[in-house]
Antibody, heavy 119, light 108 residues
Framework: QITLRESGPTLVKPTQTLTLTCNFSGFSLSTSGVGVGWLRQPPGKAPEWLALIYWNDDERYNPSLKSRLTIAKDTSKNQVVLRMTNMDPVDTATYYC???????????WGQGTLVTVSS | QSALTQPRSVSGSPGQSVTISCTGTSSNVGDYNFVSWYQQHPGKAPKLMIYGVSDRPSGVPDRFSGSKSDNTASLTISGLQPEDEADYYCCSYAGTVVFGGGTKLTVL
């Protein structure tokens, strides 16, 4: 059974850097074709894809946010970390990490963590 | 303004069929078979229902089916059940991943 869980601060101030950790089990990020992605969903809005890291360290980023994002993995710890710099109130959202199997799509997602950006 | 356009709401009675459309462009829907659909109940994480336009992950009922014609993808739910009431999002992963704005399905 694949599970993922996000952790990190629930409140950050504008201009600060957000660091989120995804701990997962049930699969290995050293398996060919597999990835872990980060997505977010502002309250009442559609999800937005942020970043993806593959088993081979290939990194992909949302072009509109690329300059602010860094994704990294620690295969031995079954962890993926996302850093987002220069946080703004518009970045308030539930942040999810999700398993990206080889065939496509994100399945499953973690339970999500709500991050509020406010001074 | 989402890159993929979905109707804001659809409805149907138990046992009926409904179809949700998702219109994009050739660069994100028409030229590739990289369309997925997600179901989201209130307060829950999205759940993958369809990937690769028409493939179902293990455990998803065959009442859920996907298709595509030109730049429009569609999700059809047959034999509607009360638990199908949820928000549905289409997603293209042809290059940059983009989502539709979502469709609220009401089971009357």
């Amino acid at each position: 059974q694949i599970t993922l869980r996000e952790s990190g601060p629930t409140l950050v101030k504008p201009t600060q850097t957000l660091t989120l950790t995804c701990n997962f089990s049930g699969f290995s990020l050293s398996t060919s074709g597999v990835g872990v992605g980060w997505l977010r969903q502002p309250p009442g809005k559609a999800p937005e894809w942020l970043a993806l890291i593959y088993w081979n360290d290939d990194e992909r980023y949302n072009p509109s946010l690329k300059s602010r994002l860094t994704i990294a993995k620690d295969t031995s710890k079954n962890q993926v970390v996302l850093r987002m710099t220069n946080m703004d109130p518009v970045d308030t959202a539930t942040y999810y990490c999700a398993h990206r199997p080889s065939p496509g799509g994100y399945d499953p997602w973690g339970q999500g963590t709500l991050v509020t950006v406010s001074s | 303004q989402s890159a993929l356009t979905q109707p804001r709401s659809v409805s149907g009675s138990p046992g009926q069929s409904v179809t949700i459309s998702c219109t994009g462009t050739s660069s994100n829907v028409g030229d590739y078979n990289f369309v997925s659909w997600y179901q989201q109940h209130p307060g829950k994480a999205p759940k993958l229902m369809i990937y690769g336009v028409s493939d179902r992950p293990s455990g998803v009922p065959d009442r859920f089916s996907g298709s595509k014609s030109d730049n429009t993808a569609s999700l059809t739910i047959s034999g509607l059940q009360p638990e199908d009431e949820a928000d549905y999002y289409c997603c293209s992963y042809a290059g940059t991943v983009v989502f539709g704005g979502g469709t609220k399905l009401t089971v009357l």
